[in-house]
Nanobody, 119 residues
Framework: QVQLVESGGGLVQAGGSLRLSCAAS????????VGWFRQAPGKERGFVAR??????TYADAVKGRFTISRDSAKNTVYLQMNNLKPEDTAVYYC??????????????WGQGTQVTVSS
């Protein structure tokens, strides 16, 4: 089992950058795939990015602007967000997939961190 804590959210102007962190404890984080998701007010939670053992994937809306990375020594996954837009405003969650099934299955979730982008 793994516990996840997100940090790094805040208020930023359009065009600015933020780096979100997802710190894990309780298990060997490097054996998990990790995803970032976001939920804006009144909308469903949606996929943002994922990092597996070798592959990274991104939602079309963030390709070229967001980068997901992993520091195994720190048991932390990052989401670098550049050229932020007001439509990126949401609560961002990280989630861990223990890779026990062929399809992604996120068994553990953090509490979320708010990102607000002003125009």
């Amino acid at each position: 089992q793994v516990q996840l804590v997100e940090s790094g959210g805040g208020l930023v102007q359009a065009g600015g950058s933020l780096r979100l962190s997802c710190a894990a404890s309780g298990d060997t984080f490097s054996s998990y795939a990790v995803g970032w998701f976001r939920q804006a007010p009144g909308k469903e939670r949606g996929f943002v990015a994922r990092i597996g053992r070798t592959l990274t994937t991104y939602a079309d809306a963030v390709k070229g602007r967001f980068t997901i990375s992993r520091d195994s020594a720190k048991n932390t996954v990052y989401l670098q967000m550049n050229n932020l837009k007001p439509e990126d405003t949401a609560v961002y969650y990280c989630a861990a997939d223990p890779l026990r099934t062929a399809s992604p299955r996120y068994a553990y979730w953090g509490q979320g961190t708010q990102v607000t982008v002003s125009s």
